[in-house]
């Protein structure tokens, strides 16, 4: 086995960590803008398996990162599903509302799903013929809380307000949607493996908003049933998991949910992530996103920080949360520099 994706996944120490970037596919480089202008809009462009796999490959050919992420988002699968979905341009996402059990019933469920999402498997076929040999093609969903706020909110919302009400207003209609998200996340996920995405990550930006009792059944639990039923059907599939801003939560993540890497913030430090959450597998992340916008010795010196305190262990190294679109890609340039002068 020679990618070293898949090494780090494996839980091997590498002289210096393999590197991928969360969002590394966006509106910070100029030939994402153009490609996206050609395919018209964001969601036009994620359903076209050509125009998709030519944005996937850009930071590739641009920076040599040694993971693709499939070009997608995590709302694809409840439009899938047969939510209304679309993009308010400078605003973010609107989706139809789930407040009800009629809302939830005109859902559907199973093989359908596919008809909207074929082209996404046609994106991963298209990468996995032409990405370099020593790139790891990282399939992704979101996990099945985080689409739930998206979903019952119909927006994107600071606290997730709307979908703590309905947990706590109507805790039975809460709890079908989420089990809904996790079949269909699963079945999304498979279909991704089949295609050739030899990695799978599950995206929880909004883990952190659950707390206590319902971060171990809507957070955690969702993540085991979906790594343990991906996992049976692919023994070797490595899964990553991001909980974020879980903070003690990361604790024991990798054990719980049984997933080969937790990805981890900014909010908590490389080096209290080295003592608590490596030694149950591979780290991800965690430097802070703005560094991209600011670069310069801040970011050449965090860099060089989060590389020493993560080099006991297996470490992937990335951002924190994904970059913005204010990011020079210089900075980038410089990041990927000084990780690999690291060894
Ligand atoms: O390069 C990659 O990381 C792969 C593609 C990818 C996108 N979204 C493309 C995208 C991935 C993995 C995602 C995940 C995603 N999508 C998450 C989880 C990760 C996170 O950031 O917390 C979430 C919450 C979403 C939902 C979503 N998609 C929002 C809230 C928005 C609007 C905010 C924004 O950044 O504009 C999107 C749009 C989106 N998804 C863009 C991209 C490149 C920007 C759209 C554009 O080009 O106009």
Redesign the pocket.
């Known amino acids: 086995m020679t990618k070293t994706i898949l090494r780090a996944l494996a839980g091997e120490t590498l002289p210096t960590p393999p590197i991928w ?7 910070y480089l100029p030939e ?2 153009a490609t ?1 202008g050609e395919a018209g ?2 969601l036009s ?2 359903y076209n398996p050509e125009l998709a796999a030519e ?2 490959l850009q ?1 590739i050919r641009r920076y040599g990162f040694d993971a693709a ?7 694809l699968l409840p439009q899938a599903l047969g939510a209304d979905l679309w ?1 308010v ?1 400078g ?3 609107r989706l139809s509302t789930i407040q009800s059990q009629a809302d939830f019933d005109k859902l559907g469920r199973g093989e359908m799903i596919h008809d909207t999402l074929n082209p996404v498997y046609e994106t991963v076929r298209i990468l996995s013929k032409e990405l370099p040999k020593e790139t790891t093609l990282i399939g ?1 969903a ?1 996990a099945p809380w ?1 689409v739930a706020t ?1 979903m019952i909110a119909g927006r ?1 919302t600071p606290d997730q307000g709307p979908a703590h009400a309905l947990k706590a207003e109507n805790r039975a209609l809460f709890e079908k949607l989420i089990e809904r998200l996790t079949e269909g996340t699963i079945d999304y996920l498979t279909e991704q493996v089949k295609a050739g995405a030899e990695v799978i ?1 599950i ?1 929880d ?2 883990a952190g908003s659950l707390k206590g009792e319902d971060f171990d059944k809507y957070a955690l639990e969702p993540a085991r049933i979906i790594t343990s039923e991906l996992k049976s059907r692919f023994p070797d599939l490595p899964v990553i998991a ?1 909980p ?1 801003q879980a903070g003690d939560n990361y604790i024991g993540f990798h054990e719980k949910a049984g997933v080969d890497c937790v990805a981890i913030d900014d909010s908590v430090s490389a080096e209290w992530a080295a003592q608590h959450v490596q030694p149950g597998g591979c780290v991800q992340g965690n430097l802070k996103n703005t560094h991209m916008v600011t670069g310069g010795e801040a970011l050449v010196s965090e860099t060089k920080r989060i590389v020493k305190a993560l080099s006991n262990g297996p470490h992937i190294f990335n951002l924190g ?2 970059i ?2 204010d990011a020079d890609p210089e900075n980038v340039k410089l990041m990927i520099e000084t990780v690999r002068s690291c060894g």
């Open positions: 970037m969360m969002r590394q596919a966006g509106r994402y803008r996206r809009d964001f462009l994620c944005v996937t930071p992420i499939l070009f997608a988002d995590i709302l993009f341009t605003e973010g996402p992704f979101g985080t998206y994107g990550k995206f930006s909004w991001f974020r949360h994904g913005t679109p």
